[in-house]
């Protein structure tokens, strides 16, 4: 071990001792409460302490840090309280989740931590969006984010790392090379010597730190630290070290050979920095016995505080009001004048209207820049909002949301554009995941928008034509917003913008140039959660949102005799129940229209509301038309066959016989 003297007090040299202890002191009482079943899981970090304690000390306590399952030396480094910590793993109401989430999943803006969602890798997209975040705000602000050596072999560690290299955004990427990942040794993890050669493929530095020697990490990352403040770029870090224990408590090491275990028991970071600090003349046996008896009393204090904590009673209304955060809508409307423009023009326009009302605004998607978007929507933004706020992004769906998250978490909006709605499957985790769980689970709203366009009957086949949500209309968490006209699509996105929870937004591509209307010109907005019954009758319900509601006008102008309400749901979640109910009441019959394939889409959902809600009221079954059961195809007539269009006639007239 070697000390920059210059540089480092013996306070700080202490300071990272006691740091240490701590961390190695409560996994070791927590490995007696876990045997007595008093707390659930737990991941042990013993021997990788000087890791996240280094990291956490080379950092200033406003720099966010994302860390990962072992890293408990950031939390207690950041100085949280203790209780608190203890409350979080026993799910009681002074933790950071009221028991929604178990161990470190829980992020806090108090401690500028933001903790893990269980998938691994997605975190260090959240870390690029952080960053990005500090670059937009221009605070001169680096964050740090965690990995193990397992999870670098899943892609969004590759996009994340990309971007931020494309993006030079000032981020100490992490890795804590254990040797395993639960089982897996890294051998079967990857085929090169060091995970750091891997930065050469992205234009990135990166450094190979000992990372069972807490002054290497400390004194390395202050000065890497220090040099991205100024210069800003991301960084690479491997960091060596050794997973001592099972991958979590119950799992034992059976697995991992008795000669590796003792040959890094003997690289053990806190004993041989305690002989160190010994042999420097820095720590004695008074100040050691006094550090461990100050810290055990620490923990016995604060496990008291939580234990008696009250366990959490269970309040449906609690929990249900706490998937979204409350948003309270306000209608802005600015002039009278209108002008007759097609649906693509209305988004465009209203997007262009939300960058000029929110200041700090960013829109992320691919070729949106100069190029203005595969369909235009986005086509001067540049010119007008520069390239900062208007970014072009690599491929890389996934990445690209959770940089959304990132963005978020340091209090900037955003809106992604997906391609084509269908490429949302490569960014899917991240929606599901962290943007829809995450204000359920540590109170921190995610607000972004997708913008999706969507929809068949331009002959894209089954990789550029689904309409997809379902996917997220049955996620709590995501609001799903569905408009079939220019003047809803305005209005209705600007909502979107202003609302703090995440909006996927549904463009139906075959109404972008063949709907036209007469929007305002000026910004305005429109509630979530309200149909619009655009055509009203005594006979029959009709249920329909995007493309569909156009068949459905289609079908009803060719039969003037059907009178018929038609309702054009707008938006999915939150959805308009109370118009749905109201017309069946009066009609007695409901058909349901979707564009998707039939199972296990919305409609069904609709059809079940409607036979629990209004059965007394119904005169006949509630008929369902949709999509064939097959992918979307590509040649017209294989596609007319495929969607529900051409049978919702038929359908609606022998409900109405019925
Ligand atoms: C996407 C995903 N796949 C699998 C898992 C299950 N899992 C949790 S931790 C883990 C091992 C991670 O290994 P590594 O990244 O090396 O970190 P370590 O546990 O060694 O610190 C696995 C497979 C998961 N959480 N997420």
Redesign the pocket.
């Known amino acids: 071990m070697t000390v920059d003297q210059k540089n480092i007090s013996s306070e700080k040299l202490l300071e990272l001792y006691k740091a240490m202890l701590v961390s190695r002191m409560i996994e070791e009482k927590m490995l007696i409460l876990l045997r007595q079943g008093k707390i659930s899981k737990w991941?042990s970090g013993i021997g990788q302490e000087a890791i996240a304690v280094g990291v956490t000390s080379a950092l200033s306590a406003d720099e966010y840090i994302l860390p990962?399952?072992?890293n408990l030396g950031v939390f207690t480094t950041r100085n949280i309280p203790l209780h608190r910590l203890f409350s979080q793993w026993q799910g009681k109401a002074n933790g950071f989740t009221k028991g929604r989430d178990r161990s470190f999943h829980f992020g806090t803006q108090e401690f500028n931590i933001i903790g893990m969602i269980?998938?691994?890798g997605p975190q260090f997209g959240v870390a690029d969006g952080i960053a990005l975040g500090n670059i937009l705000k221009k605070n001169n602000k680096i964050c740090a984010v965690f990995?193990?050596?397992?999870?670098t072999s899943?892609g969004d560690i590759h996009e994340a790392l990309n971007i931020a290299s494309v993006w030079s955004l000032p981020v100490l990427f992490c890795i804590?090379n254990?040797g395993?990942?639960?089982s897996t040794p890294i051998s079967e993890q990857f085929n090169c010597e060091h995970l750091a050669d891997r930065a050469k493929g992205y234009g990135m530095e990166s450094h190979i730190i000992d990372g069972n020697n807490v002054l290497e990490v400390y004194q390395k990352v202050v000065s890497i630290a220090e040099r991205i403040r100024k210069e800003p770029r991301p960084v690479l870090l491997e960091f060596k070290t050794f997973?001592m224990r099972g991958?979590e408590e119950a799992s034992g090491t059976k697995y991992v050979p008795k000669d590796l275990i003792d040959g890094w028991a003997a690289k053990d970071p806190i004993e041989n920095y305690q002989k160190f600090l010994t042999n420097e003349g820095v720590l004695n046996k008074s100040i050691d016995d006094r550090y461990k008896a100050e810290i055990i009393n620490e923990i016995n204090t604060n496990l008291e505080l939580s234990f008696n904590e009250e366990i959490l009673t269970s309040n449906k209304t609690n929990e249900l009001n706490s998937v979204f955060k409350s948003f309270e809508y306000q209608e802005i409307k600015k002039g009278d004048e209108l002008k007759n423009i097609r649906f693509v023009d209305a988004i465009s326009q209203g997007l262009k209207q939300c960058m000029q009302q929110h200041d700090d605004l960013v829109i992320m998607g691919q070729d949106i820049a100069e190029y203005g978007g595969v369909f235009k929507i986005t086509e001067g933004f540049v010119e007008e909002f520069g390239k900062e706020r208007i970014r072009n992004t690599p491929i890389c769906e996934s990445a690209i949301v959770a940089a959304a998250y990132g963005l978020s978490i340091s209090g900037i909006k955003s809106v992604v554009e997906m391609q084509f709605a269908d490429f949302v499957s490569s960014g899917f985790n991240p929606i599901v995941n962290l943007l829809a769980k995450s204000y359920y689970r540590w109170n921190q709203p995610a607000d972004v928008v997708i913008r999706m366009p969507c929809g068949g009957g331009l002959g894209a086949g089954p990789f550029h034509s689904q309409t997809n949500e379902a996917w997220f209309t049955k996620t709590p968490g995501l609001k799903v917003v569905y408009p079939a006209f220019p003047y809803d699509a305005k209005g209705l996105l600007a909502t979107a913008v202003n609302d703090p929870n995440p909006v996927l937004f549904f463009e139906h591509k075959a109404l972008y140039r063949t709907i036209r209307q007469d929007v305002p010109t000026e910004y305005y907005t429109l509630p979530f959660g309200e149909a619009a019954v655009l055509k009203t009758g005594n006979d029959v319900t009709i249920i329909a949102f995007g493309a569909t509601v156009h068949w459905a006008l289609e079908v009803l102008e060719k039969n003037t005799d059907i009178s018929a309400d038609l309702i054009d749901l707008r938006s999915l979640q939150p959805l308009d129940t109370e118009t749905i109910f109201a017309s069946v009441h009066k009609t007695g019959k409901a058909l349901i229209v979707q564009e998707d394939s039939l199972f296990g889409g919305l409609a069904s959902d609709i059809s079940a509301l409607i036979h629990e809600n209004c059965f007394e009221n119904l005169d006949a079954a509630v008929q369902r038309v949709a999509s064939m059961e097959t992918p979307i195809p590509f040649i017209n007539q294989l596609e007319e066959q495929y969607l529900g269009k051409n049978r919702l006639e038929e359908a609606l007239k022998s409900l109405l016989n019925y």
Not at 147 to 151: E, K
């Open positions: 991941f990962m399952h072992r269980s998938h691994l990995t193990g050596d397992g999870g899943e804590e254990n395993y990942g639960l997973r991958h």
